[in-house]
């Protein structure tokens, strides 16, 4: 259910366990964004229901840090990246944020 809140449970380098309410659990693949306490977002991708309200997600950077507790929302919808023309040539993350040092990509 897209807005869900969570609670990270569990960091073990780049894989995130989290707990979910039982009438939220997130769907595989849907986009989680954990909340920093530095009010910086992570986003992390299912990747398995565990079982008893629980999700194991990989984060898509550093976790380093990343306390239990903090607040994981169910994005409701899987990772997206720009696609088309203005791609061409670009260079980007896994999010699909630029790393060129050439501004917004315009897609």
């Known amino acids: 259910m897209a807005g869900a809140i969570g609670k990270v449970k569990q960091v073990v380098g780049p894989v995130v366990d989290i707990e979910f309410p039982p009438e939220g659990v997130p769907e595989i693949y849907n986009a989680i964004e954990i909340h920093?306490?530095?009010?910086?977002?992570?986003?992390?991708?299912?990747?398995?229901?565990?079982?008893?309200?629980?999700?194991?997600?990989?984060?898509?950077?550093?976790?380093?840090?990343?306390?239990?507790?903090?607040?994981?929302?169910?994005?409701?919808?899987?990772?997206?990246?720009?696609?088309g023309r203005g791609t061409l040539g670009r260079l980007m993350n896994v999010l699909g944020q630029p790393l060129d040092g050439r501004g917004p990509i315009e897609a």
Request: charged share 20%; proline share 8%.
């Open 36 to 83: 920093r306490p530095n009010g910086t977002i992570l986003v992390a991708e299912v990747q398995q229901q565990l079982g008893d309200n629980w999700v194991r997600t990989v984060a898509m950077d550093a976790t380093d840090g990343l306390p239990r507790g903090v607040d994981a929302v169910d994005t409701g919808s899987p990772i997206t990246v720009p696609v």
